[in-house]
């Protein structure tokens, strides 16, 4: 029986380890340097743990090569990463936009039953036991912990990323396969709140909307997104700010947040709502223009945005106030400041490079043996699901070793 070492006790790393236990000539170690399991799969989908989504392609994927993906997508797609946690016990649910999450809404119902599994393939689990360096030595490898130095015939490194420290996040990853040959591209927090200059932000915390949102360079469109907007503040987070966060965070120049609340509507028809409301309710305040279409203290906010004296009657609004208005609400521009850090940040953007492992297998070309997969490679996924999909996808195919 030969040691199989896998560094990293989150998803990928979890996975990673199931899945070289199939075999029962491995002896599979898995390393963890927090005191449990999966804290950082514990925090995914506010806690609901957003597993998968059904619609997982390499187009959802970002890093200098994002067609990397591709082989283990195939592997292990979507629906195949929902049936071997069916076959684990756990039952799951689908969103409508390809989210799927566990019929409980609770992360520790995924952290359960892949602990229930490790146990079950007699994965032995060392917590609180970082793994301090991998060497090369014929044709297996030492790993070095703070207790021994344990022999292995193979090593998988799912160490994950920088992004959210408080939760585990680390350098190791990049540290152990940079020590083997590897390079890893600069690293920016990704899927993270945004920030901008605080004056409205700050007076709408905690306030959600639905809207889109462009990011601007000047005049030119970096990206766009739709969904879910909640105002913090410093800023604005939820999911469509997240989906943004990545370009912003390597974006250059003077940037700005254009966001649209009545994206189902267009300008003029945005216009011809607060005519017909200027008519039928004229007595009015028009700090109550835009009650009923949005949140109440965004629309007063939009209100006041637009110049509007919030204290006149909606009869005493021009044609050029209401149209100053529906500007707001269709273009409701904040000076973007940059973004929070990797702290904030559920996923790092960068990693170690791609083109050194073997996107069939995950194997090191440079190290024969010696595995990657996860986060810590340069693949980071849009905000929905597809980061956990990546990681379930690449550990599944990392601990097949090569197979």
């Known amino acids: 029986m030969s040691n199989v070492i896998v560094i990293g006790g989150g998803a990928s790393g979890m996975m990673a380890a199931i899945t070289a236990a199939v075999d029962k000539n491995n002896h599979v170690i898995l390393l963890e340097r927090q005191q449990r399991l999966g804290r950082k799969l514990l925090a995914t989908g506010n806690g609901r743990c957003n597993l998968t ?45 390809g989210r799927v999450y566990p019929l409980s809404d609770a992360a520790n119902s995924v952290l359960d039953v892949l602990r229930f599994t490790l146990q079950q393939r007699e994965v032995e689990v060392l917590t609180s036991c970082p793994a301090r360096g991998i060497k090369q030595k014929g044709q297996g490898y030492l790993v070095t912990t703070d207790q021994a130095v344990i022999p292995a015939s193979q090593v998988i490194v799912a160490c ?3 992004a959210g420290a408080r939760l585990g996040g680390v350098m190791d990853g990049y540290q152990l396969l940079s020590a083997l040959g590897h390079e890893h591209t600069r690293l920016y927090p990704a899927l993270t709140p945004l920030l901008t200059e605080p004056e409205y932000p700050r007076a709408l915390k ?14 030119r469109m970096l990206a766009q997104s739709g969904g879910d907007i909640q105002f913090t503040e410093r800023g604005v987070s939820g999911p469509a700010a997240f989906d943004l966060s990545r370009t912003a965070a390597t974006a250059e120049g003077e940037l700005s947040l254009r966001l ?36 109440n203290r965004l629309g007063r906010m939009l209100v006041k945005y637009s110049g509007i004296d919030g204290s006149k009657k909606l009869a ?45 297998t995950l194997e090191s070309l440079r190290r ?14 849009d905000c929905g699901g597809y980061n956990l999909q990546w990681a379930w996808a690449s550990g599944y195919v990392a601990g097949r070793l090569g197979r």
């Not at 905690?206 to 005049?219: E, F, T």
């Not at 973007?336 to 904030?344: A, I, R």
């Not at 010696?370 to 810590?376: D, I, K, P, T």
């Open 316 to 360: 005493a609004l021009s044609e050029g106030e209401l149209r100053h208005a529906a500007e707001a609400v269709k273009d409701f521009t904040l000076t973007l400041k940059g973004t929070e850090g990797f702290d904030s940040a559920q996923v790092t953007a960068g990693g170690v490079k791609t083109w050194g492992f073997d996107p069939e």
């Open 368 to 381: 024969p043996g010696l595995f990657a997969c996860g986060e810590v490679l340069d693949v980071d996924g």
């Open 160 to 162: 994950g990323g920088a």
């Open 53 to 97: 989504n059904m619609n997982a392609s390499p187009a959802h994927y970002h890093g200098e090569d994002a067609a990397f993906t591709a082989p283990a997508l195939k592997r292990l797609p979507a629906e195949d990463t929902v049936s071997f946690f069916r076959s684990l016990g756990l039952v799951t649910v689908a969103e409508p936009d």
């Open 206 to 219: 905690g306030v959600r909307a639905d809207g889109a949102i462009r990011l601007m360079s000047g005049k």
């Open 260 to 295: 649209d609340f009545l994206r189902s509507c267009t300008g003029p028809q945005v216009e011809a709502l607060l005519r017909a409301r200027r008519g039928s309710l004229p007595n009015l305040e028009a700090s109550e223009l835009f009650t009923g279409m949005v949140h």
